[in-house]
C-alpha cells in the first residue's frame, strides 16, 4: 500500500447463502438452469427455522396424515452479493458509489467497517489488513465511522449524550472532555442549541446530523456514508449535504452510498458504478456522468438524471 492509498480492497467477495423449504413434485430434478448454485441441503445441515415443525413429518403434508402425502425438501442457493471487487481510495479522496438497490454498495460499506464478514478477498486500512480473523474488530470501527440511512441514535439520550457515550465507553474518556468534544462537534454540524434535544424533538435532517457527530466523536480516519440522505424529505437533505461537503472540505476520506448528484459534482473525486456485486465502470464525475462507457452505466443513468 502507497502512503497515499487509505483503503485497499482485493478482489473482496461476498457470499450470502439462501434455504428455501418447498414441496418436490414427484420426479423433480434437483438442480436448475437459473445459474444459480442450489442443491438439496443434507438434513443435519438444515438452519431450525427450516424444520418441519412438531407434529410434522418431512414425508406428511398434514398434522394429521389426512392430507395427501407430501415430499418437503430444503434447497440452498448462492446468491453473490460482492463477486471480485478490487479498488484504492486515496488518503482525502471521496468516492460516490451508485448503482441500482440490490448491486453489492452497502454491503461493500459494511464489509469495510466489519458488520459483514467477506467470503474471499481482503481489505485494508492504513497498510493494516482488517479483514484477517486476528484483527481487533472494535479497534476497526474506532478508526472507520459509519453513517446509516436510518438514525439509530439513542431514543432516551440527548443529542450531546448520544454523541458523548463512545468516547467515554469505548475510548475510556472523561465525561467532561467527551461533553466539550460533543458539544464542538454539535457546532461543527450546525446543532449548538440542540444539546438537551432528544432525537423525538428534533428533526429527521438533524436526526441525521447528530448522527454524524456522533461518527466523528471516535475521530475516525475513514467515513462511511450509507444512503444519509434516502430517508429524508426533500429540503432537509440540503443540511445534510452541506455538512458533508464541510467534511470532504476538511480532507476527510468518504466512501459515500448515494444518488445525490450534486453532491457528487461539488464533492467526489470519483464516481464507482456497481451492479450485481461487481464495479462496472469508475471515473471522473463529469467524464462518467456525461458520457459512460459502459452500455449498463448508461440505462442506469438514464432513470436517474
Known amino acids: 500500500m502507497s502512503n497515499k492509498e487509505k483503503i485497499r480492497i482485493e478482489n473482496a467477495t461476498k457470499v450470502f447463502r439462501v434455504y428455501k423449504r418447498e414441496e418436490e413434485p414427484e420426479g423433480a430434478p434437483v438442480n436448475n438452469d437459473s445459474g444459480q448454485t442450489r442443491g438439496k441441503v443434507p438434513r443435519g445441515k ?26 418437503l425438501s430444503v434447497t440452498q442457493s448462492t446468491l453473490y452479493a460482492l463477486r471480485n471487487v478490487s479498488m484504492e481510495v486515496d488518503a482525502g479522496e471521496v468516492v460516490l458509489i451508485i448503482g441500482p438497490s440490490g448491486s453489492g454498495k452497502s454491503t461493500l460499506l459494511r464489509c469495510i467497517n466489519r458488520l459483514e464478514d467477506l467470503t474471499g478477498g481482503a481489505i485494508w486500512i492504513d497498510g493494516k489488513c482488517v479483514t484477517e480473523e486476528k484483527t481487533d474488530i472494535r479497534q476497526v470501527r474506532e478508526e472507520v465511522g459509519m453513517v446509516f440511512q436510518s438514525f439509530n441514535l439513542f431514543p432516551h439520550l440527548s443529542a450531546i449524550q448520544n454523541i458523548a457515550l463512545s468516547p467515554v465507553v469505548v475510548r475510556g474518556m472523561s465525561k467532561k472532555e ?25 428533526s429527521g435532517g438533524q436526526q441525521q446530523r447528530v448522527a454524524i457527530a456522533r461518527a466523528l466523536a471516535m475521530d475516525p480516519h475513514v467515513m462511511l456514508f450509507d444512503e444519509p440522505t434516502s430517508a429524508l424529505d426533500p429540503e432537509m437533505i440540503k443540511e445534510v449535504l452541506d ?20 453532491f457528487a459534482r461539488a464533492a467526489a473525486r470519483r464516481v464507482i458504478f456497481m451492479d450485481e456485486g461487481e464495479i462496472i465502470e469508475q471515473g471522473d464525475p463529469a467524464k462518467l456522468f456525461n458520457n459512460p462507457d459502459e452500455e449498463r452505466t448508461q440505462r442506469f443513468l438514464r432513470h436517474i438524471l
Open 243 to 262: 455538512v458533508m461537503l464541510g467534511l470532504a472540505e476538511d480532507g476527510m476520506t468518504m466512501l459515500v452510498v448515494s444518488h445525490e448528484m450534486g
Open 178 to 202: 467527551a461533553n466539550r468534544n460533543a458539544r464542538a462537534l454539535l457546532d461543527r454540524v450546525g446543532l449548538g442549541d440542540k444539546e438537551h434535544s432528544y432525537p423525538a424533538q428534533l
Open 46 to 71: 438444515i438452519p431450525r427455522g427450516l424444520l418441519p415443525r412438531r407434529g410434522m413429518s418431512s414425508s406428511t403434508g398434514g398434522m394429521f396424515g389426512k392430507e395427501r402425502e407430501k415430499k
